[in-house]
């Protein structure tokens, strides 16, 4: 029996001729990167961003000292540790990234090419817009090693066009050049940024408004407040606003006493708003715990988390100054070799028992996962 020949079809012949001979200007013939999910080094904000923060454009703004930047040293410092042959890139346009940022962050960071392998983070001490957007194209464009990187740009408010840097002090800006060069930057990298497994963090601080009458409309596209234009609200996957700190939001050794000397400041909690999602979760607002003093990429205080969501599920009991430890956790705890009491005497214990042993932790952030957080 003579098989049948394919019919072949008009629209597919002429499609796969187009793709070929216009290969430079589209990614169809390309292997796209593995889909990642890099953890916020939250739990809760973890659980709000669906697992974490995936390859792509994301946009963190607020006020000063709010945590942008911590935060999005998390997200790198997560990145170069779980993403294979993933790097660093820190757009450096402000001049803030002190020995004390770097020590919190955990990152090694280096500032000659030579120095910048797999695992590592490049200073790029650059505040001129436009250097730093045909850096950025062509980085992502002579890339044979298929390496992903993992950009924080701090900050956008800090960069300026070399048509300005050039004018005087007294000379006319061009009025909204830095919002149009950026929606160009935009539109050249955020499909490949996605496609290739690369992320951008782009930092911005919070614009105050002024307005020329109290009667003066507000844009109704616009949901945040800050510079940039609508390209930078419309690519970013997520927009996290980070809220400025309170007296409230301190975390005190006796957090029902004022703050004294005597009264040690362990921390701070941060706030979040998410402006813009993937997943629905517009207008939620998350507060997440920093410990002070700590480095190496652990300022999150991921033990607090784990330990304030066992309490609230019942999983650990608090009976006066006791702490008792559900049967449940103490026999997933000892099975993997740890030594576990049936209870332990005020919560800073309990803290310190998670904290002598990074193991402990993680098994208990994959319990309240598997056993609270997916009810």
Known sequence: MTKMKKKSSGSKDYTEAFLKSNKEYHYNLEEGAEPYLVSSGSLILDHVLSGGF????????????????????????????T????KGLFVMAEGRLSQDVKDRAGIKFVHSAEDWDVGTCLILECHIMDTMIDFLRGLLKNNPDKEKFCIVIDSMDGLITKEDLEKGSSDARKVAGGALMTSDFLKRVSLGMSKFGHMCIMISQVRSTITTSMYAKQDPNNQTNSSGGNAILHYPDWILEFKKQNKSDKILEKPTEQITPDNKIYGHNAKVLILKSTNEATGQIVAYPIKHGRSNGKSIWLEREVVDMLLMWGYLEKSGAWIKVDE?????????QIEVKDSYQGIKSVYE????????????????KENILKQ
Not at 353 to 368: C, H, R, W
Request: proline fraction near 0%.
């Open 54 to 81: 995936g390859s792509g454009l994301h946009r963190f703004i607020g006020a000063n000292e709010g945590g942008k930047t911590n935060e999005a040293l998390h997200v790198m410092h997560n990145m170069l540790k």
């Open 83 to 86: 993403v294979e042959n993933s």
């Open 353 to 368: 028992f998670l904290e002598s042993d990074d193991k402990i932790t993680a098994l208990l952030v994959d319990f309240i």
């Open 328 to 336: 449940k956790i103490k026999t997933l705890l000892q099975e993997s």
